[in-house]
T-cell receptor, first 111, second 113 residues
Framework: TQLLEQSPQFLSIQEGENLTVYCNSS?????LQWYRQEPGEGPVLLVTVVTGGEVKKLKRLTFQFGDARKDSSLHITAAQPGDTGLYLC???????????FGKGTKLSVKP | DAGITQSPRHKVTETGTPVTLRCHQT?????MYWYRQDPGHGLRLIHYSYGVKDTDKGEVSDGYSVSRSKTEDFLLTLESATSSQTSVYFC????????????FGSGTRLTVV
């Protein structure tokens, strides 16, 4: 059973469109992180959210942590080809010390 | 740059041979991790270290061992490589544990034939 479910698995959009990626769980997390991974490279941390209801913005990217700290979303406004990549969410449970990763959303933004 | 390097970047080895992958950091971070990434499974933790000579098992540790004799180096050994261990292996480092995120290396693509 996957602890963190990401949806959609694949997303192909045109430049300029908006999109939202979801990360859901039945478990509570003490913190949740989003990473972006490009082909042939390791994941790169985008943001960490720790408080239920927290919203963080990183230029055109908006991250939200659910009130109950069981889910998160990533919204991209006016997507650009440079946003193409694999987006991973990862959570830390209080009962475990390590990061648990979702399987990722593969985003392709076409010019 | 984050100061984490993995070697080799690519390796092809035969079934039954031992293989060692190296992760080297220049950040003096306490925590180091080994993950494998496979289609359909995502990133799964193999082993991790919380200090020199302090290591523990992760989710998929069978067939793997690790050693950390210095802060900067974390070695992953496949004792007798099998085809199921064909994967991309990532090392990650952290100063304060999982809560504030990891810095990942660029990965080692291992093929066992």
């Amino acid at each position: 059973t996957q602890l963190l479910e990401q949806s959609p698995q694949f997303l192909s959009i045109q430049e300029g469109e908006n999109l939202t990626v979801y990360c859901n769980s039945s478990s509570v997390f003490s913190s949740l992180q989003w990473y972006r991974q490009e082909p042939g490279e390791g994941p790169v941390l985008l943001v960490t959210v720790v408080t239920g209801g927290e919203v963080k913005k990183l230029k055109r990217l908006t991250f939200q942590f659910g009130d109950a700290r069981k889910d998160s979303s990533l919204h991209i406004t006016a997507a650009q080809p440079g946003d193409t990549g694999l987006y991973l969410c990862a959570g830390v449970k209080r009962s475990q010390g390590n990061l648990i990763f979702g399987k990722g959303t593969k985003l392709s933004v076409k010019p | 740059d984050a100061g984490i390097t993995q070697s080799p970047r690519h390796k092809v080895t035969e079934t039954g041979t031992p293989v060692t992958l190296r992760c080297h950091q220049t950040e003096n971070h306490r925590y180091m991790y080994w993950y494998r990434q496979d289609p359909g499974h995502g990133l799964r933790l193999i082993h991790y270290s919380y200090g020199v000579k302090d290591t523990d098992k992760g989710e998929v540790s069978d067939g793997y061992s690790v050693s950390r004799s210095k802060t900067e180096d974390f070695l992953l050994t496949l004792e007798s490589a099998t085809s199921s261990q064909t994967s991309v292996y990532f090392c990650a480092i952290s100063d304060s544990g999982a809560s504030y995120g990891y810095t990942f290396g660029s990965g080692t693509r291992l093929t066992v034939v």
